[in-house]
C-alpha cells in the first residue's frame, strides 16, 4: 500500500509563493502519473496538475497554467507543486494523488492534504 504525506501548506498574501511537498512511502517506480488536486470550501474537489513519470510530460489546469509548477525527485520519493503569484481564489485543500496508470483511469493514492490559505 502506497502512502503520500503532503507538507507546505499556510497561511501567505497575495503574490506570494509557496512549495508543496509530497512524500511517497515507496519507490515512485510503480507510480505513473503523480498529480495535484484541491478543493475549496463549498466547491468539488479539482484538477490542478499532473506529471508523468516517463517522459516527464505535465498538464496544468488553465486557471494555474504559468503559475504552478509540478516536479518531482525520484531518489527521495518526492514531487512537489510550485505555486507562484498565489490569489485569493487558490485557496484550498491540496491533495497529491499517484496512478498507476498513464493516462490514470483514476487515483489509485491519495495523501490527506494540507491547507493553503490566500489572504488578500
Known amino acids: 500500500q502506497v502512502q503520500l504525506v503532503e507538507s507546505g501548506g499556510g497561511l501567505v498574501q497575495a503574490g506570494s509563493s509557496l512549495r508543496l511537498s509530497c512524500l511517497l512511502s515507496?519507490?515512485?517506480?510503480?507510480?505513473?502519473?503523480m498529480g495535484w488536486f484541491r478543493q475549496a470550501p463549498g466547491k468539488e474537489r479539482e484538477f490542478v496538475a499532473r506529471?508523468?513519470?516517463?517522459?516527464?510530460?505535465?498538464t496544468y489546469a488553465d486557471s494555474v497554467k504559468g503559475r504552478f509548477t509540478i516536479s518531482s525527485d525520484p531518489p527521495k520519493n518526492m514531487f512537489y507543486l510550485q505555486m507562484n503569484s498565489l490569489k485569493p481564489e487558490d485557496t484550498a485543500v491540496y491533495y497529491c494523488?499517484?496512478?498507476?496508470?498513464?493516462?490514470?483511469?483514476?487515483?489509485?493514492?491519495w495523501g490527506q492534504g494540507t491547507q493553503v490559505t490566500v489572504s488578500s
Open positions: 515507496m519507490h515512485p517506480f510503480s507510480i505513473n502519473v
Open positions: 506529471l508523468a513519470r516517463v517522459g516527464g510530460s505535465t
Open positions: 494523488a499517484a496512478a498507476l496508470h498513464d493516462p490514470p483511469r483514476e487515483y489509485d493514492y
